[in-house]
């Protein structure tokens, strides 16, 4: 059974170890570039030239270079050292997926798809193979149960998951409503719809509200 597993990693003794040293206030976010030869990262917090210092200065860092930019945060390429600790690798390795990875302090905190529980317990051993001890801060399986927690048809997640496994919700996206309703093979339209009434399910169940709360009031009328 598909689980998801959100566990903290500390930066240290990884490929960002250094960064976080010599930037402190640095925050990371990883951004889903599919084309990109390394890791995309969004680097924000210091200035643009403390962060290429640190790029420069970090011995597990192999090449990179800017791709992007939004507001006060920058998007780069980023390479690591082949005997560098990558997390990220090793997740895909052990057959997950990063749904998203950020990063503060020095602790990065993923959310990964894995196949079973099973496969997060050889996950957590192979990081603690590499003296990166993880903390699983959450584990639940993807049973149809969780969908109707949610408030959620299975189609509803099913649709939910493919937008973020394509990139859809990134910023900026990586594929168009209309090529995400071609990968499904449903009408712009209907995948448009779909989604405004999981969005209003996932909010509804979120903020813990019933169809009374969320009616609009009556007009008035003299």
Do not use: K
């Not at 643009?48 to 998007?75: C, P, V």
């Not at 051993?125 to 959620?152: K, M, W, Y």
């Not at 009434?197 to 509200?209: G, S």
Request: contains cysteine.
């Amino acid at each position: 059974m598909t689980s998801i597993a959100d566990i903290e990693i500390p930066a240290d003794g990884t490929g960002t170890g250094q960064l976080f040293e010599a930037v402190p206030s640095l925050t990371c976010e990883m951004e889903r570039v599919i084309a990109s030869s390394g890791h995309g990262l969004w680097l924000a917090g210091p200035s643009q030239s403390e962060i290429d210092a640190a790029l420069d200065e970090a011995d597990a860092i192999g090449t990179y270079s800017q791709i992007s930019s939004d507001e006060d945060r920058w998007l780069y390429d980023i390479e690591f050292e082949p005997d560098t600790v990558d997390p990220f690798e090793i997740v895909l390795e052990e057959g997950g997926t990063v749904l998203s990875a950020s990063a503060s302090d020095g602790t990065w905190l993923l959310s990964i798809r894995v196949v079973d529980r099973e496969s997060v317990s050889s996950l957590y051993d192979r990081l603690d193979d590499n003296d990166v001890t993880p903390t699983i801060v959450r584990l639940f399986d993807l049973a149809e149960e969780s969908h109707s927690q949610c408030g959620l048809t299975a189609r509803q997640y099913e649709t939910l998951v493919a937008a973020i496994d394509h990139g859809y919700f990134e910023i900026p996206r990586e594929v168009s409503m209309q090529e995400l309703s071609e990968e499904l093979g449903i009408s712009h339209q209907a995948l448009s719809e779909r989604l405004r009434r999981a969005y209003r399910a996932l909010v509804t169940a979120e903020l813990n509200v019933t169809e009374e709360d969320t009616a609009a009031p009556p007009i008035p009328t003299n």
